[in-house]
């Protein structure tokens, strides 16, 4: 699990989008959850990610090479 700060919540009516501020990253972490989700700027929360659900990108936008490998998925 990680540990951050709630930076900006958007509510979009079938999810709510969290950008999280993690203590020592460089970069904001943004997470969907599904429905709604009873979170305000400021508050300091704890998430568990999923391996399969994480979708990581480098600092000019390419995708990180995903290590966690879904059945009847190519891995390059």
Excluded: W
Aim: hydrophobic share 35%.
């Amino acid at each position: 699990s990680i540990h951050g700060e709630v930076m900006i919540v958007e509510k979009l009516g079938n999810e709510t989008q969290v950008y999280l501020n993690l203590e020592g990253a460089d970069a904001d972490v943004i997470f969907r959850q599904p429905d709604t989700l009873a979170v305000d700027t400021g508050d300091k929360i704890e998430i568990g990610i999923p391996a399969h659900r994480c979708h990581l990108f480098h600092s000019d936008g390419r995708a990180c090479r995903r290590l966690y490998k879904e059945n009847g998925v190519e891995v390059e």
